[in-house]
């Protein structure tokens, strides 16, 4: 497997690398053996001040690969370095909420995820006092005041005060965002922040994330389903398909000129008035199911262009034309094959 | 237009919970002509399902048609009684609703949920309803086989299809879908779309398409219409409306796409949220958000103003009529 990290830029040391990672989940009944690999050796590298994102159709695995970042699953294989340091090190309590404060995550739903029965001042509040526990009552309140500024919520002392149902979807969004801020983190992990807003909202949610990048420095983790987006907001792309990355590289580069077939396919779908019909209806767009699966490329039952390798050796992410943008494909890459 | 297969004139729905009535759709007027692809579009809380709903006749408490027509083939269907809509409904025109899985028989086969909906309209020879089911799985592109299958056996995007088949069963003049996509992945969404709009062509049914996404109908409908706070704020051919939106919401709304084409450009979106519907700012219901409002707008609530290929409610247009 090609180290990703070959090719990052040298003075870029990474915030957080991972190396092979793999997550599996056991299904079916008690004596079954059947395994849905959700993530296969994955390797990504998210470099200070950098928003990454990763992006792919429900079951392509880029919601587990938040919560393997974010410590909620462990990974079945591999490993996650943040700042150099093995996750699988991190263990202790107090360890895992450092490791949480500089590593939080902002959730799809802003209506679920907070708590209805308490005010913003309170969920922030708690949050710092788990996560920066040696602040006093006025200092967390004043770091929360700080990072609801941030976010563009003002007059912040009034937003204190308030419940969630006094605010509007794009808003509690922002809570979300301030309370990730609140903890001075390094790198946020938004997994699908705007896809439960108004489409009038979203953008004033993504330019958010672009500034909090910009002017605090802080890396972003974007997970989404929604390219345009993605391209609007990120340095950098990662494109998976069934639990493995199809195509990776800097945005620009990767949706102009897209390698893996499966990149084409869903370029072409996305719905923009100004872009050109091109999709047909015969693919009907159903990701697959990857239960124990065999070698081979997961998307060759898909694709148009597929050849005999590709059903019994799995390609390999192999350099296309610029440094760092990367696809796994036998057709469009063909050095890959060679490798294995 | 004297081709108009339906004629929805002035309509007025109220959601009445104790205090204030909101008013969800607000005097609402347009017209569809016989084999048209109408979509409608707009944010959450708009009416657009709502209006999508008093169109159908599928209202239930608390929400409620106050006033208005809606007059399908010349005949207005407010008022008329449940026996006399139901012999309307599916062979006439048909509705496809936004989750399948909850709009589908769990414990019935699809071809059994066939056969109910053709035996319930006088169908009665089995060998012409196993046709028929053949020939509209068919049509949406799924194997006939299937017609054996429960729907939790078929993916989300199967469902769907099914769910137009069944629309089609009776060779209906309208077909009305609420966000019939809008739980799919891009792919399965976009092939859905071609795959009704091909239907659409060949059978000549008229189709009003409800979507929260403006991007999606770009391609598909023959006219378009933005909904806010309960009022058709713009309304006009889709290709003009595109490329030319004249209210500042519709304007607003096409600059929070960002594309996959083109130069990269810093979007704006909206600011602010769209108002509550039980306490309306006076005078334009966009005001507070817009970028060229004027202080007659808090005064006069505009009309639809014919400008440029469209009718815009914004008193920018005043002057032109």
Known sequence: ?340 | MSDAILDVRDVVVEYTTSGEPARAVDHVSFTLDRGEFLGIVGESGCGKSTLLFAIAQLLSPPAQLVSGEVIFKGRNMVGLREGELRSIRWRDYSVVMQSAMNALNPVKTVSAQFDDTMRAHGQTNAAGIRTRSREVMALVGIDAIHLKSYPHQLSGGMRQRVMIAMALLLSPDLVVMDEPTSALDVVAQRSLMVQIKELQRKLGFAVIFVTHDMSLVGHFSDRLAVMYAGKIVEIGPTRPLFAAPQHPYTRGLLDSFPSVYGPKVALKGIPGSPPDLTDLPSGCRFRPRCGSVMARCAEVEPALYPSGDTRARCLLFEETV
């Open chain 1, 1 to 340: 497997m090609t180290d990703l990290t070959a090719s990052a830029i040298a003075d870029h040391a990474p915030l957080l690398q991972t190396v092979g990672l793999t997550r599996h989940f056991r299904i079916g009944g008690l004596f079954s053996n059947a395994k849905l690999h959700a993530v296969d050796d994955l390797s990504l590298t998210i470099r200070p001040r950098e928003i990454v994102a990763v992006v792919g159709e429900s079951g392509s695995g880029k919601s587990t690969i938040a919560r393997l970042l974010a410590k909620v699953y462990e990974p079945t294989d591999g490993d996650i370095l943040f700042r150099g340091r093995s996750l699988h090190d991190v263990k202790s309590r107090r360890d895992v909420l450092a490791y949480r404060g500089q590593v939080p995550m902002v959730l799809q739903d802003p209506f679920a995820s907070l708590n209805p029965v308490h005010t913003i001042g309170y969920a922030l509040d708690r949050g710092l006092a788990l996560h920066q526990p040696t602040l006093t009552a006025t200092e967390r309140e004043a770091e929360a005041i700080r990072a609801l500024e941030a976010v563009g919520l003002s007059p912040a002392r009034q937003v204190l005060a308030k419940y969630p149902h006094e605010m509007s979807g794009g808003q509690r969004q922002r809570v979300g965002f301030a309370q990730a801020l609140s903890y001075k983190p390094k790198l946020v992990l938004a997994d699908e922040p705007v896809s439960m807003l108004d489409v009038s909202i979203r953008i004033g949610v993504l330019n958010l994330m672009a500034r909090l990048c910009e002017e605090e420095g802080i890396s972003f983790l974007y997970i989404t389903h929604d390219i345009a987006s993605a391209r609007y907001v990120a340095h950098r792309i990662v494109v998976m398909y069934a639990g493995r990355v199809a195509e990776t590289g800097p945005t620009e580069e990767v949706l102009r000129r897209p390698v893996h077939p499966y990149t084409r396919l869903l370029l072409s779908a996305v719905p923009d008035p100004k872009a050109p019909i091109t999709i047909t209806a015969a693919d009907t767009g159903e990701p697959p199911r990857v239960v124990n699966p065999g070698p081979g490329c997961r998307f060759r039952q898909r694709c148009p262009l597929a050849i005999a390798i590709c059903a019994t050796v799995t390609p390999d992410l192999t350099e296309a034309v610029v440094p760092g943008h990367m696809a796994a494909c036998h057709v469009t890459a063909p050095e890959a094959g060679m490798v294995a």
